[in-house]
Each structure stands twice: as structure tokens, then as C-alpha cells.
């Protein structure tokens, strides 16, 4: 900023006026244009009185000769005279020096000046509005800007209430979840604490659901089961049943009573591109959260090897999923399971419940198929699987799978299908191989049916194909 003089008393009331927040001088209320503080003043008002008058009918800018004239003293000794050039200088040096400028400014023929008492109020309303100016804006900067430190404004804060609690966003979705949240430590290769994973409270009775791979090992040789709850606490729990081909496992837990259940919601109603909710303890990590979208439903996943594999009928999704997150929960915005975290893609490997890290690529298993498999296991102890009663293989062409063998027997036997023919849809979908055929399959339960599609050579035939349990 440049310095500038300080202004005149007309020039003080108008920057005052314009300019809130700044206070005027103290003097410039008694001296704006030409008042002075020796004017009399009215007994009744307290205000000046107006300007004197002359004392004779002149024009304005000529003196009274009676008034009082200024002495002029002589010039010092040696100065020239007016009217002489100084010695010495040129010849064409002017006789007479110019009359210097006027410094007044008469006023204009046919005006009159402003009384003398207007001035002080003037000042006085410049001086209010100057102080209500400054008052608003310090308010203003307060409320904008909170407090100073050393004459610098703070920076600005939020200011604005938290969400509500049923705003849908992930910080409330989470918040009503994690309280059903558990982490799981189950036996594995011999340690007691060797496998860790997660799952989530189903019912008041203490029951929890999680992944069949999670225990797997301490239900086959009766090892320690461990549950640790969203507050800390240490449970101990027991298999009540479990599903390898589904890879679903139900827990009893002692303690589980008092945590509340999870709401449960629809994975079929979801649609791609829903954001999701992922819970569980990633890494032995208990209780985080991460958030993604649905990226394929009914993805055909198969996990493991051997007896212990798993065909599931996925929802694909790009929230982080890591070992540890296996078995929790995939939840909506409204905070409902639609689905058990089970499997991941990593890089180099096909797709497992194991190894690897996140790449965005994870799957879980509908919540719907999970209902079906946790309701058996309650009921019965044991869970079921449909099937048709036939093997097959999926083509070198991606286009379908074919029939290698037929049980005795089976449903299949007793249809029209034939060792040869190969499957190219199941319920009107196309399969691309023998695991979309599978997947399909036991996307059913025991006692429904299913529609195939068959290619024999040049022919294609629409085969119905009734489905027994089996259990796994």
C-alpha cells in the first residue's frame, strides 16, 4: 500500500462515508470547510451560528475598506525594488515580475454556501455509518472466518452438521454394520490362531455366518474357533454346519446373543454399478471398510480344488478385498447384506480364497443362495446341492460344454439327453464351458428343474432336466 497525505476535513467526510470498518479523526467533526471553533454559537442549539456577514453591499472576493488592511514591510536592504530588474542581469530580463496565482476560488454568481451548522452534522452522520459499517463487516468476518491469530485470518473452517444418520452414505452404512461385524481365528495348519477371517451376526440366537474355507480345517480335526466381536470381546464358537460346494460354514457363537443381527437385502435386485459396502478384517485388520461398485452379477466363479471346490453364482465387485475379508459382509447403501465376501482374482492365478492381493477384482456369493444353504444347515445339520446326474467338458471353442457321461439313474437319465450332445444355454443363457454349465446348475435347489439347450449335429433340441439333492 502507498502512503498518501492525510486528508482535508471535506475530503476526510467523504472517504469516511465510503469506507465501513474505518473510524474517523476526532476533529473532524468541528472543522469541515471553513468552520472555526471561535464562531459564536446559539445559547439555545449549542450549533454555530451562520458565517458573518460583510459589512457593505460589494461583490464577493473585494475587500471592505474598512476593514482592517495588512502591513506590508519593506524589502531587506539590497533586494530589488518591484518592478526593477536585479543589476546585473540581461537587458530583456522583464521590468515586472507576474502577479502570482489566486489561490481562492469565488464562488460561482448566483450560488450561496452551505450554513455553517450543516457541517457538524455532516461529520456526525459520516462517523455513525462509518461505525455501523465496521461493525458489519467485523461481524461478518467472524462468522466467515472464526478467529485471528496475530492479525491473520485463520483459515476457513467446515461449519456445516455432520450427515444424518440415514443419509445412505458409506460413514452411516458403516456405523450401522460394523456393531454385526465379527473377526474370525480358526485352527489351520496345525496353529490354533493360523487362519483368520470374518463374518457377521445372522440371528439373536448367536449365530454367525462365514466362510466354509475360514474353518474348514479346525471343523475337520475339532480345532479352536475364536470370535472377536466389533468392541473387542473374545467369543468361543463351534461349526453347526457347514457347505464346501457353496462355501458357506454357520457358526454358533457363545456371547453372540446381545450383538445385533445384520438386515438383510437382495443381490438380485442390485444393478451394475451400485456402489457397495465391503466389510471384514483384511489382513487381520478388524473391522474395515472399504467401498466400491457392483461390477458383474451372476458372474460364474469356481474357487478351490478337488472335494473342496466351490461354483458360485458371484457378484463381481471392485471393493477392496483382501485375505481376512473372507466370509464378511457386502452390504447396499441402506446397510443390507446382499452377499458373503468369499473369493478374489489375482494376478498370474486364477481365482482364490486364498493367496494374492486386491487388483479390484472380488466376488461374493449372492445372499440369496446363502439364505437357501444357512436355512438347511439350521434345519438338518447338513446342506444340499441340485444336480442333473450327467458329466461334461467345455469345447476348445468357448461355445459350450459337452456331455461325457450319464449316471444311472439320475434325471438326466431319464430325458432325452445323450452322451455327445453338447450344452450351449441353460434357462436361455449361454455358457461358454463346463463351470457356467455347473454354476447354472446349482444356481437351483433341489426339486426345481432346468431348461437345456442341445446341440446334435445340425439339430437343436429344448430338453427339461428335473434336479435331485446331493449333499455338500
Known amino acids: 500500500m502507498t502512503e498518501r497525505e492525510y486528508p482535508g476535513p471535506d475530503e476526510q467526510a467523504t472517504h469516511e462515508q465510503g469506507t465501513p470498518g474505518v473510524e474517523p479523526s476526532a476533529g473532524s467533526a468541528g472543522s469541515a470547510s471553513g468552520a472555526t471553533d471561535d464562531w459564536p454559537t ?44 536585479p543589476a546585473g542581469y540581461p537587458v530583456d530580463y522583464p521590468a515586472e515580475y507576474p502577479a502570482a496565482p489566486s489561490t481562492e476560488t469565488a464562488a460561482p454568481s448566483g450560488t450561496s454556501r452551505l450554513p455553517g451548522w450543516t457541517w457538524p452534522l455532516i461529520s456526525v452522520l459520516a462517523l455513525v455509518l462509518g461505525l455501523a ?112 460346494v457353496y462355501d458357506i460354514a454357520v457358526l454358533e457363537v457363545k456371547g453372540a446373543e446381545t450383538l445385533p443381527p445384520a438386515a438383510l437385502g437382495s443381490a438380485q435386485q442390485m ?37 473342496d471346490s466351490s461354483y458360485i453364482n458371484a457378484v463381481q465387485t471392485d471393493a477392496a478385498i483382501n485375505p481376512g475379508n473372507s466370509g464378511g459382509p457386502l452390504v447396499n447403501l441402506q446397510g443390507e447384506v446382499i452377499g458373503v465376501n468369499s473369493a478374489i482374482a489375482s494376478l ?30 439350521l434345519r438338518t445339520g447338513h446342506a444340499e446341492y441340485p444336480i442333473i446326474g450327467a458329466n461334461v467338458r467345455g469345447t476348445q471353442k468357448l461355445d459350450g460344454a459337452t456331455v461325457e457321461s450319464i449316471a444311472a439313474g439320475s434325471p438326466a437319465s431319464k430325458t432325452e439327453l445323450k452322451v455327445g450332445d453338447v450344452i450351449v444355454k441353460v434357462d436361455g443363457k449361454p455358457v461358454t464351458g463346463s463351470s457356467d454349465v455347473v454354476v447354472a446348475v446349482r ?26 439333492g446331493k449333499t455338500g
Open 42 to 85: 446559539d445559547d439555545t442549539t449549542g450549533l454555530p451560528e451562520t458565517e458573518p456577514t460583510r459589512p457593505y453591499g460589494a461583490s464577493f472576493g473585494q475587500v471592505d475598506p474598512s476593514w482592517p488592511q495588512p502591513q506590508v514591510a519593506p524589502a531587506p536592504a539590497g533586494y530589488p525594488v518591484p518592478g526593477q530588474a
Open 133 to 244: 459499517g465496521g461493525a458489519i463487516a467485523g461481524s461478518l468476518v467472524s462468522s466467515d472466518h472464526g478467529s485471528s491469530s496475530g492479525g491473520v485470518l485463520s483459515v476457513q473452517r467446515r461449519t456445516a452438521a455432520p450427515l444424518p444418520a440415514d443419509s445412505n452414505s458409506v460413514a452411516a452404512v458403516s456405523a450401522k454394520v460394523l456393531p454385526s461385524t465379527v473377526q474370525i481365528i480358526a485352527e489351520y495348519n496345525g496353529k490354533a490362531q493360523g487362519a483368520t477371517g470374518s463374518g457377521f451376526v445372522f440371528d439373536k440366537q448367536g449365530h454367525v455366518i462365514t466362510n466354509n474355507h475360514v474353518v474348514a480345517e479346525a471343523a475337520g480335526d475339532n480345532g479352536p474357533i475364536e470370535v472377536i466381536d466389533h468392541d473387542g470381546r473374545h467369543m468361543k464358537a463351534s461349526v453347526v454346519g457347514r457347505s464346501a
Open 271 to 307: 444393478r451394475v454399478g451400485e456402489t457397495v459396502v465391503a466389510f471384514g478384517s483384511p489382513l487381520g485388520l478388524s473391522a474395515t471398510v472399504t467401498s466400491g461398485i457392483i461390477s458383474a452379477v451372476n458372474r460364474p466363479v469356481t474357487t478351490g480344488d478337488g472335494s
Open 348 to 377: 498370474g492365478s486364477s481365482v482364490t480364497s486364498d493367496q494374492g492381493g486386491n487388483i479390484g477384482v472380488g466376488f461374493a456369493i449372492p445372499i440369496e443362495q446363502v439364505l437357501v444353504t444357512t436355512d438347511q444347515i
Open 443 to 468: 444356481a437351483h435347489q433341489p426339486g426345481e428343474s432346468v431348461e437345456l439347450t442341445v446341440k446334435r449335429g445340425s439339430k437343436t433340441l429344448e430338453i427339461t432336466v428335473g434336479l435331485i
